[in-house]
């Protein structure tokens, strides 16, 4: 609840590692519908993806398949996670449409692809050799969400008391995806506890989780409106 408050010493524990090569390519050249401009080209990765059929009816009996072997229930708590990483994306989908969002535009494309990263990445289980898969999710990434915070906060008054979501409407929308990405973090380590998880997932989240902050703050300063403060007691 504490948002706004110092934050402390960035933490270590770096993971490393290079998203790995998919292999099976198709060579045949793009359609016309992948050839629009900005579709091809080195490090697309839509491009390079057969196309995909919406359903196949292997869930139907309530389990789904992770990258990796054998299928898990769908309650399974590694699907959790990454399902709530995926409500978030969705969640910032919606507060890209709002008025005034443009000006974030550049930041909520990273942060969403960056989302993406860490969705496949949850769904990526140990291999039986007990060698897990690359890390996706790098220090540069949670840098730079650093890098943000620190950039919009030079704009706004200092924080001196609890504010309530509110205020513009963009600023609510940033609110809501805050309590999504925090409600994704307890999810994400709440799996840590059992199985697998990599530490730089958890710091992104929790990172995210400042920034979006920092950003409902923003959006209400550029918007001329104040901050709404808690005031304890008051009917």
């Given at each position: 609840m504490a948002q706004g408050a110092p934050r402390g010493k960035r933490d270590g524990g770096l993971l490393r590692g290079q998203l790995p090569?998919?292999?099976?390519?198709?060579?045949?050249?793009?359609?016309?519908?992948?050839?629009?401009?900005?579709?091809?080209?080195?490090?697309?990765?839509?491009?390079?993806?057969?196309?995909?059929?919406?359903?196949?009816?292997?869930?139907?009996?309530?389990?789904?398949?992770?990258?990796?072997?054998?299928?898990?229930?769908?309650?399974?708590?590694?699907?959790?996670?990454?399902g709530a990483v995926d409500e978030l994306n969705a969640v910032l989908g919606t507060l890209g449409a709002l008025p005034g969002a443009q000006a974030y535009a550049a930041e909520l494309g990273a942060i969403q692809s960056a989302l993406f990263d860490v969705g496949a990445e949850l769904a990526t289980v140990v291999n039986a050799s007990g060698t897990e898969s690359p890390p996706r999710v790098s220090p540069t990434a949670i840098q730079t969400l650093e890098a943000w915070i620190d950039r919009f906060e030079t704009d706004l008054p200092a924080l001196r008391n609890f504010i309530l979501p509110g205020g513009s409407a963009l600023a609510a929308q940033f609110h809501l995806a805050r309590t999504v990405c925090r409600r994704a973090e307890r999810r994400v380590v709440a799996l840590a506890g059992a199985e697998a998880v990599p530490a730089d997932v958890v710091r992104y989240l929790?990172?995210?989780?400042?920034?979006?902050?920092?950003?409902?703050?923003?959006?209400?300063?550029?918007?001329?409106?104040?901050?709404?403060?808690?005031?304890?007691?008051?009917r």
């Open positions: 090569r998919r292999a099976g390519r198709s060579r045949r050249p793009p359609s016309p519908a992948n050839a629009r401009p900005g579709a091809g080209g080195a490090g697309s990765r839509a491009a390079r993806l057969p196309r995909m059929k919406i359903y196949t009816r292997t869930g139907d009996d309530g389990t789904t398949g992770l990258l990796g072997p054998g299928r898990v229930p769908k309650s399974a708590p590694r699907v959790e996670a990454y929790n990172r995210l989780a400042d920034l979006l902050f920092v950003m409902a703050r923003h959006a209400n300063h550029r918007a001329g409106i104040a901050d709404v403060e808690w005031r304890p007691g008051s």
